[in-house]
C-alpha cells in the first residue's frame, strides 16, 4: 500500500492506493497528476484567493463561466432540489458558495485520474468524504464526534461515502431556514460523492428531515448523529459499532 497526503481546499487529502502491478513511481505519478487537478480546481473554486474564478464571479467581474463552473453550479442546483433548499450555496444572496459540494466533485475527478492510469485498488479521502476504485469492499472507519481520535463503528464501502460534522471543521454549517442544528454528524453512503458531500451537509442543516428525504432515494443510506448522542438512520444504513 501506498499512501500520500495532500493539502488544499482548507482540508486533507489522502491518497491511499492498493495496487501490486504497478511500481511505485507509476503510483507516485499518478497521484501526483491526481494533486495537480485538485490544485487546479482549488484554484478555480476558492472563497479566499482574489484570482479564483468563484471570487471574481462573486464580485461580478465574469459574465460567462467557464464549462466546469457550469458544471458545478448545475450539480450545486440539483442539490439544493433533492434536499429542499437544506443544501444552498446562494443562501448568502449574492455570494455562491459551492464549498459544500465542490470537495466531494473533486475527489470523484481525482479519483478518475487513478482509475484512468490504471490503477486497480485504493481511495481518495477529502476530510472524509471518500471514493474508491470499484471492484472491491473497502471498510472505513466512522469518527466519535464526542471522542476526537476514536471510531464509532465502521462501513463497508463499495463507492462512496461522505461525512459530515463539527469534528471536522468546527461549527461550519448554518441552517439556511433558521432553523436550530442538532446534528452534530453525518454519514451518507451511495454511489456519486458529488451528490453524497452536499447531502451530508444537509443532513448537518436539515437533520431527521433531510434523512427522510435520504430514505426515498435510490441508492442512498444515511446515519446522523445528534448532539444527544441518539443516532438515527435510514432503513439499509449498514453500520458495525466500534
Known sequence: ????????????????????EKSKS??????????????????????????????????????HPSPLFIE??????????ITAGHF??????KRFDPTGLVKGWSA???????????????????????CVVPGRIYTIGVQDPFKPGELLGVVDVTEAVATSGSYERGD?????KGLPITTVAATVLGTDLTRLDAIATALIAGGAEVLG????????????????????????????KG
Do not use: Y
Not at 228 to 233: E, Q, R, W
Open 108 to 130: 470523484k475527478r481525482a479519483l478518475s485520474i487513478l482509475i484512468e492510469a490504471g490503477i486497480q485498488g485504493g481511495l481518495v479521502n477529502a476530510g472524509g468524504d471518500i
Open 1 to 20: 500500500m501506498i499512501s500520500n497526503v495532500h493539502h488544499a481546499m482548507g482540508t486533507v487529502f489522502t491518497f491511499l492506493i492498493i495496487d501490486e
Open 26 to 63: 507509476q503510483i507516485e505519478a499518478a497521484i501526483s497528476f491526481a494533486c495537480a487537478e485538485i490544485d487546479r480546481l482549488d484554484n478555480q473554486f476558492s472563497l479566499w484567493k482574489q484570482d479564483s474564478e468563484l471570487t471574481l464571479f462573486n464580485r461580478g467581474e465574469i459574465e
Open 172 to 176: 461550519h454549517i448554518t441552517s439556511v
Open 72 to 81: 458545478v453550479m448545475q450539480e450545486c442546483e440539483r442539490a439544493k432540489t
Open 213 to 240: 428525504m435520504v430514505t426515498k432515494m435510490r441508492g442512498t443510506e444515511a446515519m446522523i448523529v445528534k448532539s444527544d448522542g441518539s443516532m438515527l438512520a435510514s432503513p439499509n444504513f449498514a453500520f458495525s
Open 88 to 93: 444552498d450555496p446562494w443562501a448568502l444572496g
